[in-house]
């Protein structure tokens, strides 16, 4: 009985833990509902802030839940050659984002609700990636080749999947900034750790990323 009643109450936690605040579902079903969301900057304190926040889990089957998916994809096509988008970027820190999928035919948008990458090949790939809430700004970066995520729709379906090359590298993008990891932030620990003292006696190419 004890173990039913703290899996009941477990249960309860993490529904609750899912719901959205009233500033978010605000935020989510302002204006013109069938409209883009703005997308936030890093040049906007507040917007900053937010982009460098933890994201949690969302409810899928919620009906704010599939008006933020929509939002999120205008958001994505009014921009100038977007592939991506998260969204913490439009202010909300849920685990929800779009990708373009490069690995498909007719490179179709997808959405992906609470994505998880649960391996990375160890086999990394570098190359350009640039990002909507920070202008001007572009780098080379290191990603994993291939990795494997899962993820549900909004039914609330659980699916898992194998994704390689370019694509593969604008999932771990986008799921960086639901840990509101940022490519500028990174760029600069990249720098940081690339200065790091190693002993005198180890050969260089020994050290690892």
């Known amino acids: 009985m004890k173990k039913i009643s703290f899996l009941f109450i477990f249960f309860i936690g993490f529904m609750n ?29 507040h917007q900053h ?22 939002r999120m994809k205008e958001s994505l096509l009014s921009t100038d050659g977007g592939v991506g988008i998260a969204a913490p970027q439009v202010g909300i820190n849920r685990k929800v984002i779009w990708v ?45 080749k291939v990795i494997q995520l899962e993820y549900v729709d909004l039914k609330g379906q659980k699916y898992s999947e194998i994704v390689e090359g370019f694509t593969a590298v604008i999932f771990q993008h986008e799921i960086d900034h639901l840990f509101g990891i940022l490519i500028s932030d990174k760029k600069e620990k990249e720098k940081n750790d690339s200065y790091k003292k190693v002993d005198a006696f180890k050969r260089s190419d020994s050290t690892t990323r």
């Open 100 to 144: 373009q999928r490069f690995d498909k035919e007719g490179n179709p948008l997808e959405y992906f609700i609470n994505p998880v990458i649960v391996w990375r090949s160890e086999l990394q790939n570098l190359g350009p990636e640039g990002d909507l809430s920070i202008p001007e700004f572009r780098d080379q970066f290191y990603r994993s």
């Open 49 to 70: 802030k937010t982009l460098l926040s933890l994201s949690t889990e969302i409810d899928p089957v919620d009906s704010n839940t599939a008006t933020l998916v929509k």
């Open 17 to 45: 833990a899912q719901k959205l605040t009233s500033n978010e579902t605000s935020i989510i079903n302002q204006g013109d509902i069938t409209t883009a969301l703005p997308i936030y900057q890093i040049t906007d304190s």
